[in-house]
């Protein structure tokens, strides 16, 4: 097998497993191929999606970042404090959680470079810290009452004459084109990849190792804290208890993709593939209406470990070659 095509092989599995599912689901389920759902996969996990692609690129490093989850329900928290009960101009409530996620991920990313402390460590303690955090905030969900904030959780851009694209699904795409041309169009995305797949080679050659990692963070941060943000769209209120888990399902969603977990190789196209997976697992879960959502679980555990056998797999014939 050429290369070129082993490296890819990962990401056609993960596509080719998202349309024989979604084909199964389509021939099972009356109006699962219809527009409004194919709408809903993108709308209904757009903070999934956006971790997600935050995740990717931490990955891409061979790093890991357990923080998100608990950012993102940070972030939810402290916006609908902010605005019900201060009375602070949503756009000026967002900007500052963008600003307080960035800023936690480059603290991070100081710990896990210049210290050169285990990411798996100092994003758990980030993870508990932020968690804590949330619930300093309030230990219940706040409603946002804000004319502005219904005005954009109602928006839909229009896609056909009775569907439209929510603005979570919009926030999401959007998300999703950046990271693409970041992590496969610029420079910045392939020292990325070097760092993964050798950190000291890719010194050797000179490339801004410290400075790429704690960017990575800090950019992963600022998109868990808009996961957040996007959620508080989505429910119109805040709640500590958003995010819990959400980390690993965005590592599961990562890795079913074809991203190595340890670093080096993966496409942000896998990763928008692992997404629709899940989601169309879910979905056809939904509208079963007879089976238990632990099933969605399962399914999703027997992927995760199909694709590391197979990550295990190439490695090997990679090495062999």
Same mark, same amino acid.
């Given at each position: 097998?050429?290369?070129?095509?082993?490296?890819?092989?990962?990401? =056609?599995?993960?596509?080719?497993? =998202?349309?024989?599912? *979604?084909?199964?689901?389509?021939?099972?389920?009356?109006?699962?191929?219809?527009?409004?759902?194919?709408?809903?996969?993108?709308?209904?996990?757009?903070?999934?999606?956006?971790?997600?692609?935050?995740?990717?690129?931490?990955?891409?490093?061979?790093?890991?970042?357990?923080?998100?989850?608990?950012?993102?329900? *940070?972030?939810?928290?402290?916006?609908?404090?902010?605005?019900?009960?201060?009375?602070?101009?949503?756009?000026?409530?967002?900007?500052?959680?963008?600003?307080?996620?960035?800023?936690?991920?480059?603290?991070?990313?100081?710990?896990?470079?210049?210290?050169?402390?285990?990411? *798996?460590?100092?994003?758990?303690?980030?993870?508990?810290?932020?968690?804590?955090?949330?619930?300093?905030?309030?230990?219940?969900?706040?409603?946002?009452?804000?004319?502005?904030?219904?005005?954009?959780?109602?928006?839909?851009?229009?896609?056909?004459?009775?569907?439209?694209?929510?603005?979570?699904?919009?926030?999401?795409?959007?998300? =999703?084109?950046?990271?693409?041309?970041?992590?496969?169009?610029?420079?910045?995305?392939?020292?990325?990849?070097?760092?993964?797949?050798?950190?000291?080679?890719?010194?050797?050659?000179?490339?801004?190792?410290?400075?790429?990692?704690?960017?990575?963070?800090?950019?992963?941060?600022?998109?868990?804290?808009?996961?957040?943000?996007?959620?508080?769209?989505?429910?119109?209120?805040?709640?500590?208890?958003?995010?819990?888990?959400?980390?690993?399902?965005?590592?599961?969603?990562?890795?079913?993709?074809g991203t190595l977990l340890t670093g080096g190789r993966g496409h942000l196209f896998g990763t928008l593939f692992g997404l629709l997976i899940l989601g169309t697992i879910r979905n056809a879960l939904y509208?079963?209406?007879?089976?238990?959502? =632990?099933?969605?679980?399962?399914?999703?555990?027997?992927?995760l470990l199909g694709f590391i056998l197979l990550q295990r797999l190439l490695l090997r014939r990679t090495r062999a070659a």
């Open positions: 097998m050429k290369p070129a095509l082993q490296r890819r092989l990962p990401l =056609f599995v993960t596509a080719g497993i =998202f349309l024989l599912l *979604f084909a199964i689901a389509g021939v099972s389920y009356k109006h699962f191929c219809s527009t409004r759902n194919v709408v809903n996969l993108f709308t209904d996990n757009a903070s999934l999606g956006i971790i997600a692609v935050g995740m990717t690129l931490v990955i891409f490093t061979g790093g890991i970042d357990l923080s998100v989850g608990a950012v993102a329900g *940070f972030t939810t928290i402290f916006t609908a404090s902010l605005i019900t009960n201060h009375g602070v101009a949503p756009p000026v409530a967002a900007l500052a959680a963008l600003a307080l996620g960035a800023g936690y991920g480059a603290l991070m990313g100081v710990f896990i470079q210049v210290f050169r402390q285990p990411p *798996f460590l100092v994003t758990l303690a980030g993870m508990f810290f932020a968690r804590g955090c949330a619930y300093c905030v309030g230990t219940q969900s706040t409603d946002i009452p804000d004319p502005l904030y219904q005005v954009l959780s109602e928006y839909e851009l229009p896609l056909t004459a009775k569907v439209g694209i929510p603005l979570p699904g919009l926030i999401f795409m959007a998300v =999703f084109i950046f990271g693409y041309l970041l992590a496969h169009h610029t420079r910045y995305g392939r020292n990325l990849l070097a760092i993964g797949g050798n950190e000291q080679s890719a010194l050797l050659m000179g490339l801004p190792v410290g400075a790429a990692k704690i960017g990575v963070y800090t950019l992963c941060s600022a998109l868990a804290a808009l996961a957040g943000l996007v959620n508080t769209l989505y429910t119109t209120s805040g709640n500590p208890n958003f995010g819990i888990g959400l980390e690993l399902d965005a590592i599961a969603v990562v890795v079913i993709g509208f079963d209406g007879t089976l238990s959502p =632990f099933w969605g679980s399962i399914v999703v555990g027997l992927l």
